[in-house]
């Protein structure tokens, strides 16, 4: 069975998604990340949640890799569109722009304050990323016309990703406001029954 290291509210929402979407098993384990312990430091010296570990004992780290495999270990439950498919080169496309470009920028929003050695360097590093994701969240509500999914008609491994992704910004009103179709989305999205039940594991 996959063993999932997680930390409710963090990125490990986007791996059990897919495995709620899937109707997968899946073994949970919890991680501290203001105390990590040297068992899962252990387990993947990045000390970072999602981490990932296969069926054959394999580590995997980074969440876009997880919503792929997750998704390609699972075909039945077509939440990622297979190699010469037509949907293959948007997925692939969005899955490594929200991971590369949003969960970035996120992060840099958040901890401003780790992303420099300069004393200082954080409400610019943090008013940067802002003016970043305003410009990725214009991309993505362009992309949802007409929806209602990133992909079009088809609900892929992207959606619950840019889901999770939309719920850690700042000031999500602000961002539902200028993005309507984002709106849409994001309750759509969370309307779904596997994914009403990662948010209420992850109190969001
Ligand atoms: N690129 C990684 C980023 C993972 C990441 O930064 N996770 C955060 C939680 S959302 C974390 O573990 N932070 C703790 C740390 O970096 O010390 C991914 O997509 O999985």
Not at 27 to 46: G, R
Not at 60 to 73: C, N, R, W, Y
Not at 80 to 108: D, E, H, I, K, M
Not at 146 to 169: A, N, S
């Amino acid at each position: 069975m996959h063993k999932l290291y997680r930390t409710a509210g963090a990125g490990s929402i986007a791996p059990e998604a897919m495995f709620e979407e899937a109707g997968a098993e899946y073994e949970m384990i919890e991680v501290d990340l203001s105390a990590k312990s040297p068992d899962f430091l252990a387990v993947n010296p990045l000390g970072q949640v999602p981490t990932l570990v296969l069926e054959n004992g394999a580590l995997l780290t980074e969440s876009a890799a997880m919503v792929l495999h997750i998704g390609e270990s699972y075909p039945d439950a077509a939440l990622v569109p297979p190699v010469g498919c037509p949907g293959r080169p948007a997925f692939c496309r969005w899955l490594f722009f929200l991971s590369a470009n949003v969960y970035n920028a996120t992060l840099r929003f958040i901890y401003a304050d780790r992303m420099s050695t300069e004393e200082g360097a954080a409400a610019g590093i943090r008013a940067a990323a802002a003016r970043d994701l305003d410009g990725y969240f214009d991309i993505l509500e362009n992309t949802l016309d007409p929806g209602p999914h990133l992909l079009g008609e088809r609900y892929t491994g992207v959606d619950p990703y840019l889901w999770m992704l939309t719920g850690w910004q700042d000031d999500v009103d602000a961002l539902f406001a200028r993005c309507p179709r984002l709106k849409g989305h994001y309750d759509r999205v969370g309307e779904r029954p596997a994914i009403a039940r990662v948010a209420a594991a992850n109190g969001v």
